[in-house]
Every structure is written in C-alpha cells, then in structure tokens.
C-alpha cells in the first residue's frame, strides 16, 4: 500500500506545471491559433480582435477569410454594412472552428466602439449570438466579451437575463467586478499583465510574485466573490510572465497565451495552490454598495483603472477598425 501511495506521490511530482494548474484552475487559451490549442488541450479559449487580425495575417488561416468573404459577397449588403457582417461571420467561423477543439467555451468580442452604448452592445450580442445558432453551437458554449464600463455592465445584465453569458473584460478594479456580481454576468476577467505595466511605469520599479500588483487585484476580486457566495467565475488575463500565473493558481479560470502555457508545460517544479474558497470566506471585508454615481466616482479614483480601461477600449477598436481595412482590401 505504502509503496503505491509513494509512486502515486512520484507521479505526481512528473506533472508539468501547466498539468498541476489544471488540477485546481479551468486552463483558457488566450489565442486564436488553432494548432497551441491543439497542443496544450485548454478547456476554454477566449479571443479579441487583435487575436483575430493577427490570426487572418498568417497564411493557414487565409482561407477563412477568403470563404467567409465569398459567402458573404452574397448576402445585398454594401459598404460599411457588407464589411461589418463580414467581420461578424469571421469572428463567428473562428469561434466555430475553436470550438472543434475545445471542449468547453470561446469568448467572442462586441465591438470596443460600443462601449458606452448599451443599446449597441445589446444588438451586437445579440447577433453574434444568433450567428453561433445557425450553426448550431449552442449559447452555452459562447461568452460575450464586453468592455468593463457602466454602460457595458448594464448591457451585460440585460443580456444575461436573455440566458447570453457574458464575459466581461478590460477590468482592472473592484467596483467593475462588483457591479459585475450584481448584473450576475458568467465570467470576469480582470486584467493582470496590464496593471502591472502601469504600476512598473508609475512607480519606475519591478514588482515580482504576491507584491505584483496585478495578481493582487485578482486576488482581491477572488477573495470578495468568494466571501460573498458570488456565482460569476474569476478568470485572470492579460499576463505578462508564468510567475503571474503561479501566484494565482487556484483562480476559477486563467486565460494563458501560447507562450506561457509552453513554459508552464516545460516545468516540473511543485505548484502551489495559492487561491483557495475555503480561505477567502475567512476574510474580513466590506460588501461594497454601489450605484452609477458611486461606481463612477470610485472608478475616477483609481487612476490605473481609469487609464487602462480607457487604453484598452481605443486599442481594442483600433484592431476592429484594422480588421475592417483588411477585409475591405479583399473586396
């Protein structure tokens, strides 16, 4: 018996770091690369226009966007109308074909220029939503990517209501997820590597394991949901080193890129689980009450919030916009 449970043990110790992750944290893919996602067997995938537009550039995946096109040719739309369905369909076919690979969900995004439209953001959900149905994918094996703004917030809570799960992303404070919890959106995904460019600019320093103040705004999310028995899933993005990912084992959900789930995969040192229900529901914390005036006020207070959320919506509609050009120039 003894002897099992030690080869169990040295078993155990062989895992890869990226294997150990997947004990205890749902793996996402943070690509739209088709052949990492066959390699390193995420659950989840999540994509955004930039991940698109760099995936359309490579060769293998030219002919997506030529049978897309050819499709679409046929639809009696013209100009901007004939240019938004075709990035629509292309955002849909990549999702697709994603979802022959993984085994749970992909993240498709609205369109960052919608971010403070409710109205808009409602309709473009609506309708990537519908474009996943004609091909019969079912809605709960989509997530909806919208911009962590009030406006965003309030459209997700409608759209959750009509059973589409949302993801919503470019979070990067506790009032976003807070107004998240209470819209009762599916999925969260506060930015990690992007908070800590910002502090290591700020602040002219390095900032390396739990002083990183990227994984400790997820932890701090973590820690809130947790406590408060709140359903949406904690998935932390956007990182810049495997040492990010480490200090949030345990985490609901992580959304890796290629490159690190390799380095994870090339590491059989111990991982640690860092996050933990059990322990979050011990901590001594506020529930925070919010209403528009307050979440706008707390938001303005923290400058990196503010700042990143707002670099964020203009770079991710600078790609929509960068999409849009490529797929007018193969008209």
Known sequence: MNTAIAEDKKTETKLNQ????????????????????????PQDAT????LVYAATQKPEYAHLVEEVIADRKKSGLSGHEQIEDICD????????????????????????RLSFNVEGSIKKARRLIQLYEERKIPRERVLIKIASTWEGLNAAEQL????????????????QAVRAAEAKVQ????????????????????YVGAEDPGPQSVVEIYTYYKKFDIGTEVMGASFRNAGQIRELAGCDALTISPELMKELSESID??????DPEKAKEAKIEKLKLDEKTFRYLVNENAMATEKTAEGIRKFAADVVKLEKFVA???
């Not at 994509?47 to 930039?50: E, L, M, V």
């Not at 076919?93 to 022959?100: A, E, K, Y």
């Open 270 to 275: 111990p991982l640690e689980r860092k996050l």
């Open 47 to 50: 994509t955004n226009p930039s």
């Open 160 to 175: 959750q209501k009509e059973g589409i799960r949302c993801n919503l992303t470019l979070m990067f404070s506790l009032p």
């Open 329 to 331: 120039s193969k008209l």
């Open 89 to 112: 369909h292309l955002l849909v076919q990549f999702g697709c074909d994603i979802l022959q690979i993984v085994p749970g969900r992909v993240s498709t995004e609205t369109d960052a």
């Open 18 to 41: 990226l294997d150990q992750l997947k004990k205890f944290t749902k793996v996402v893919a943070d690509t739209a690369d088709f052949e990492s996602m066959k390699e390193f067997k």
């Open 187 to 206: 999925l969260i995904s506060p930015f990690v590597g992007r908070i800590y460019d910002w502090y290591k600019k700020e602040m002219k320093r390095d």
